[in-house]
């Protein structure tokens, strides 16, 4: 097995386990420590400095029924199906097969149809949640931008796992599509987050006044977000 770090450098490790694993060699652990990440779906080994290839197979050994228990009480990733109620931009949504429509897929008085076969059906709504939050994003970053008197540049939709937004030193903002299935105020504080970025390229006190000024109760989203976000990653 070839566990790779962060840093680049790859051991060569020949035990196998059964999931896969990243690395971490930090210069400020003191010891190896292990993690899941739920974003990830995946074991993260801490390791410090002067820790031996020997030493991190036998941590990961011990530890392997933990590891394997942890990920297999991870929630079951699924796609997006006919019947299924979901949360889009903050209104709860139904998604309902409709192989007679011709248009791809729309939503009318709470209901998202989505023509073609069955099989697509999860294809489709995600490309239509990437489109129209591509669309209400980029309006909704661009008007917050306006108040505080920054340009934007542009808004692009990701499928990441580690952020649910960043914006760039050229005034891009990407987001995280899955962002468009939380609560409203969870958008609201995102975006707010992301835009104050265009005045203040860092988390400092101006930062979160600003954040505060776009956003005034950020808070509620920023703890929805740690409460709950992680639920949002079992769509694929």
Known sequence: MKITLLTGK????????DFPLKVIKSP?????????????RQPVLSIPPRCTQKQAVSFVKLHQEWIIDSLN????????????TISLFGKP?????????RWGARIEKGILYVSGESEFTHRRVKDFIKKQAQEKFFN??????AQINCHLNDVVIKDTKSR????SSLNNINYNWRLA????????????HEVSHLAHQDHSTAFWKCVA??????????TWLKQHGKELYIFE
Do not use: M
């Not at 790859?10 to 386990?17: A, D, K, P």
């Not at 949504?93 to 429509?101: N, R």
């Not at 649910?164 to 914006?167: I, Y």
């Open 10 to 17: 790859i051991y060569n490790i020949q035990e196998s386990f």
């Open 28 to 40: 400020r652990a003191k010891r190896l420590t292990l993690r899941i990440d739920t974003k990830e």
């Open 73 to 84: 009480k991870l929630p079951k990733t699924q796609k997006f199906s006919s019947g299924q």
């Open 93 to 101: 949504i139904i998604i309902q097969h409709a192989p007679e429509k």
């Open 140 to 145: 909704l970053s661009q008007k917050l931008a």
């Open 164 to 167: 649910w937004g960043s914006c």
């Open 181 to 192: 299935l939380a609560p409203q105020e969870v958008i609201d504080y995102i975006i707010a």
């Open 213 to 222: 000024q776009l956003c005034p109760h950020y808070e509620e989203g920023q």
